[in-house]
């Protein structure tokens, strides 16, 4: 069984900042790529960021230069420092990771249960 916790989200004003923090745990192989998504009322979930294990950064044209994602493999933890933050910002967070439950075993992504992030104007 394999749980991502999600914390770090709330309520702040626009031009603020969070930082986003995501756990994974469980039986655990090996985590290669995790991320996070956003997905706003009304609207579909929608790529904020990625990074690989290696440490291979994406991210979306709209937060480019405001956010920035990291990990700490030792951890299985990924996180999300988001900066000048916009009332078109406001959705909720969800963790990615894409991992191997245990030697030998399928590639499989799981998703946590997501964080509110509120700017407002």
């Known amino acids: 069984q394999v749980q991502l916790v999600e914390s770090g989200g709330g309520l702040v004003q626009a031009g603020g900042s969070l930082r986003l923090s995501c756990a994974a745990s469980?039986?655990?192989?090996?985590?290669?790529?995790m991320g996070w998504y956003r997905q706003a009322p009304g609207k579909q979930r929608e790529l904020v960021s990625t990074?690989?294990?290696?440490?291979?950064?994406n991210y979306a044209d709209s937060v480019k230069g405001r956010f920035t994602i990291s990990r700490d493999n030792a951890k299985n933890t990924v996180y999300l420092q988001m900066n000048s933050l916009k009332p078109e910002d406001t959705a909720v967070y969800y963790c990615n990771a894409n991992l191997i439950p245990f030697s030998g075993g399928p590639r499989l992504g799981y998703w946590g249960q997501g964080t509110q992030v509120t700017v407002s104007s």
């Open positions: 469980g039986t655990i192989f090996s985590i290669n790529a």
């Open positions: 990074i690989t294990r290696g440490g291979i950064t």
